[in-house]
C-alpha cells in the first residue's frame, strides 16, 4: 500500500458486515451449536453452573432407571434424551450481535413425553438461573480465536485487494 487512496480503503472496511458474513457461514453456525451442545452434554449452563433438576440433583430414581436402559449418563444433567431438543438449536441474528435459540417445548401431545410428567416444556424441570444456551468464555474464546478470526481475516484480505 503506497497511495492515499489504497490506505484508505482501510478506513472504509465495514467490521459489523464482515462479521454478520462470518456468522451467516453454516460452518460457524454449526460450531457454535456444537460447543453449546458440548457444554449440555458436560452437565453445564452458559454460564458454567452444574445443571441440576429443580430438586437438587440431576435425576429421580425413575428416571436413572430409563437413562441406564438407554445407555445414557445419569450423574449429570445433558438435556438430551432423544436428541429432539438438539435437532431445535439454531443461530439467530438479533441487534449487534448472534444468540443460539432453540424449542424447550417437548411437543404437546401426551405420548411426546415420559409417564408423570407434568409439564411439555423442558425450563419447567429447571430454576430460573441456569442460562442452557449460549456459550462459556471458554468456548467463545476458541470459536473466536480458532474459527472467526480466521474467516474475517480472509474476508479482510479480499476486500482489501491483498
Do not use: C, W
Amino acid at each position: 500500500m503506497n497511495s492515499f487512496a489504497e490506505m484508505r480503503a482501510i478506513f472504509d472496511v465495514d467490521i459489523y458486515s464482515m462479521l454478520d458474513e462470518v456468522f451467516k457461514m453454516p460452518a460457524i453456525q454449526q460450531t457454535m451449536i456444537d460447543f453449546n451442545q458440548a457444554q449440555l452434554q458436560g452437565g453445564q449452563d452458559a454460564l458454567g453452573q452444574k445443571i441440576v433438576t429443580i430438586g437438587g440433583s440431576p435425576y429421580r430414581a425413575r428416571t436413572i432407571k430409563i437413562k441406564k436402559r438407554k445407555g445414557q449418563p445419569t450423574s449429570r444433567v445433558t438435556l438430551k434424551d432423544t436428541g429432539e431438543f438438539y435437532d431445535t438449536f439454531k443461530v439467530k441474528f438479533v441487534q449487534n450481535g448472534y444468540e443460539i435459540t432453540a424449542d424447550f417445548d417437548k411437543g404437546s401431545s401426551p405420548s411426546s413425553f415420559s409417564e408423570g410428567d407434568v409439564s411439555s416444556n423442558i425450563l419447567d424441570n429447571f430454576d430460573e438461573k441456569f442460562d442452557f444456551l449460549g456459550l462459556q468464555d471458554e468456548y467463545l474464546a476458541e470459536l473466536v480465536l480458532e474459527h472467526v478470526y480466521n474467516m474475517l481475516y480472509n474476508i479482510l484480505r479480499k476486500k482489501l485487494g491483498l
